[in-house]
């Protein structure tokens, strides 16, 4: 079955303690991308990458990290969070061949930082 | 950023209606519009994608369209049923976005029986 995997599903952590949510496709696509969802202001894409050790900035990248060191996976990570970084994080995929930008999402990481 | 607009009011109608969401957009039309649906907390899944050229699309009962002059897109749900309850995303593609998709902030479908 294609499908986005995201994991964990749930974190509740504390401030400053290093996270990784990790993200992981099955569809070999290319393009893969991090998003953040607040009430109110909708979803906002962290970072993005258009293939392997390729990556890039999004509306609101900063305190965020991510690598893509394989095609497959491409995970998001908080060198030390904080409260503001509380929020439903969704990765996303998209074949970059297919002429459209369609996006497969994940199922969701819910994260608090306390 | 280009934006997109979406209605935040919540949209109430009668399981059998026609919904009717809007979309506007500002500034240069957008390469294509794209249409999500999202349930309380689970990611956005594909629905419909309209291009520029590309005046209505059609998918069972769901329907698109992509009016350039009132930039503005409209998604048609026909007899609509409760399970058609949830969130609509509108999202924007340009050519020089480099694949990102610019999201609308959503609008809220309740069909009741």
């Known amino acids: 079955e294609a499908q986005v995997t995201q994991n964990p599903r749930y974190l509740i952590t504390v401030t400053g303690k290093k996270l990784t949510v990790t993200c992981s496709q099955n569809m070999n696509h290319e393009y893969m991308s991090w998003y953040r969802q607040d009430p109110g202001l909708g979803l906002r894409q962290i970072y993005y990458s258009m293939n392997v050790e390729v990556t890039d900035k999004g509306d609101v990248p900063e305190g965020y990290k991510v690598s893509r060191k394989e095609k497959r996976n491409f995970p998001l990570i908080l060198e030390s969070p904080s409260p503001n970084q509380t929020s439903l994080y969704f990765c996303?995929?998209?074949?970059?061949?297919?002429?459209?930008?369609?996006?497969?999402f994940g199922p969701g990481t819910r994260l608090t930082v306390l | 950023s280009q934006k997109i607009e979406q209605n935040s009011e919540a949209l109430n109608i009668q399981e059998g209606k026609t919904a009717t969401l809007t979309c506007n957009y500002t500034n240069y039309s957008p390469a294509y519009l794209q249409w999500y649906r999202q349930d309380p907390g689970r990611g956005p899944v594909f629905l419909l994608l309209?291009?520029?050229?590309?005046k209505e699309k059609r998918k069972e009962r769901l329907k698109v369209t992509f009016d350039t002059t009132l930039k503005q897109s409209l998604f048609h749900i026909t007899a609509s049923q409760p399970a058609d309850s949830a969130t609509y995303l509108c999202a924007r593609s340009d050519s020089n976005s480099g694949y990102a998709l610019n999201f609308g902030k959503g609008t809220s479908l309740l069909v009741t029986p």
């Open positions: 309209i291009r520029e050229n590309e």
């Open positions: 996303a995929s998209s074949s970059m061949s297919g002429g459209t930008d369609t996006q497969y």
